[in-house]
């Protein structure tokens, strides 16, 4: 009798543990959408700061994350900092190790980084059209991104929840 108990919370256990970890996958895809969006508001201020308020980096970047805040917010004041330190560092260096320094709360995927260094290849040292151009070509990349992740959320959820869910019952009958 109490064996028998011990087994079906084993098996409520690893239902309910694999239901969850497909419930944070579908809440992950969610927040990819969500960090892209936001990222995607803040290129457009750094891109008002530069080309129309004719600001230098340290000044865009600062003002720019301070008006965002969180993750990628960080992101910016971190790099403005490091450019007022002066240590002689050029730019793309310091964008790309803040880029390699965000946490994993923030939701962005190997290839988003990889784009977003991108970015900072061009920034600072080119005339100021060339640099709205490069800022327009990464907004436009980021669009391609945003627009795959919300065509595909429903099912994607729908996906890793029904995966979740069915995982654990398999296991639980394989176990059993």
């Known amino acids: 009798m109490d064996r028998t108990y011990i087994k079906i919370l084993g098996a409520a256990l690893v239902i309910i543990s694999s239901s969850g970890l497909g419930f944070y996958m579908a809440a992950q895809w969610g927040e990819h959408l969500k960090t892209l969006e936001k990222l995607k ?103 391609l991104s945003i627009n795959y992740l919300r065509k595909h959320k429903q099912e994607k959820s729908r996906l890793y929840t029904t995966l979740g869910i069915m995982g654990g019952l398999f296991l639980t009958i394989v176990m059993y």
């Open 41 to 143: 508001k803040m290129i457009f201020l750094l891109k008002g700061e530069i080309v129309y308020a004719n600001s230098p980096l340290t000044e865009a970047f600062e003002r720019t994350g301070k008006k965002a805040g969180g993750g990628i917010g960080d992101l910016f004041l971190a790099v403005s900092e490091r450019l007022m330190e002066q240590h002689g560092e050029p730019f793309f260096t310091v964008w790309q190790d803040e880029i390699d320094k965000l946490p994993k709360e923030v939701c962005l995927s190997r290839e988003d980084k990889q784009n977003l260094k991108g970015l900072g290849e061009h920034l600072g040292y080119l005339d100021m059209d060339m640099q709205e151009r490069n800022i327009l070509l990464y907004l436009e990349q980021l669009d």
